[in-house]
């Protein structure tokens, strides 16, 4: 499985931007994607994350407190396509954004149950 990552940039404080992860590769019936992001000095942190499981269209998702109310995560199964869309946006989101495949589908905060990592994108939010 290989993932790439696009759609960072800069913005202005209360900007949005979205996020694009397409996703290549065999996948199971029942997998995640998570979007990560590590800030300049921080520890890499869950942003958010959606599980597809047999026939689903939509999608279970799952959100950091951080983040909730101004992110949305989406995709597009069938076409193996992750969005994040992110509105709102402060300088403290500020960060390089990673996706993440996890191959059981835990919906998981954890970053060690992402097994594949997309190369980044990076998000600069100006005050």
């Known amino acids: 499985v290989q993932l790439q990552a696009s759609g960072g940039g800069l913005v202005q404080t209360g900007g949005s931007l979205r996020l694009s992860c397409a996703i290549s590769?065999?996948?199971?019936?029942?997998?995640?994607v998570g979007w990560f992001r590590q800030a300049p000095g921080k520890e890499r942190e869950f942003v958010a994350g959606i599980r597809w499981t047999t026939g689903s269209t939509t999608g279970s998702t799952r959100y950091a407190d951080s983040v909730k109310d101004r992110f949305t995560i989406s995709g597009d199964n069938a076409q193996k396509m992750v969005y994040l869309q992110m509105n709102s946006l402060k300088p403290e989101d500020t960060a390089i954004y990673y996706c993440a495949f996890d191959l059981v589908g835990y919906l998981s905060s954890d970053q060690t149950r992402y097994r594949y990592w997309g190369q980044g994108t990076l998000v600069t939010v100006s005050s």
């Open positions: 590769g065999r996948t199971s019936s029942r997998y995640s």
